[in-house]
């Protein structure tokens, strides 16, 4: 599976419980770590924890191998590893004050 396809299962996934503000930020040409970060809120500890659930669980199903989860048990910010696509899922404050996307809006582009 491609990372776009993985992205594209992700988004549907968050989309169908009801995930708020689900941004993809490509970082192809600006990381070695990984290839996209799907970001998105959640609007309550038990809403962030399914979120992270159905990506896990229901992804699984349909072909995404779970690297890693962290954060699960605060369901503040939990960082789910797919290893060429980090989804990110967020609680309102945590999200603003991270604030990713724009922080990864600034960074160059790799030299090639």
Same mark, same amino acid.
């Given at each position: 599976m491609t990372s776009k396809e993985?992205?594209?299962?992700i988004v549907k996934l968050l989309e169908d419980k009801k995930a708020e503000n689900i941004e993809v930020v490509d970082?192809?040409?600006? $990381?070695?770590?990984c290839d996209y970060f799907?970001?998105? /809120?959640? %609007? $309550?500890n038990i809403h962030i924890r399914s979120l992270c659930d /159905?990506? %896990?669980?229901?992804g699984r199903k349909i072909g995404l191998k779970?690297?890693?989860?962290?954060?699960k048990s605060n369901a503040k910010w939990v960082l789910v590893d797919f290893g060429?696509?980090?989804a990110h899922i967020f609680d309102r404050e945590e999200r603003e004050f991270y604030n990713i996307e724009?922080?990864?809006a600034k960074v160059k582009p790799l030299e090639q």
């Open positions: 993985k992205v594209d299962l970082l192809t040409e600006k $990381s070695l770590m799907v970001i998105c /809120t959640g %609007t $309550s /159905t990506i %896990t669980l229901d779970k690297s890693s989860v962290e954060g060429d696509v980090v724009d922080l990864w």
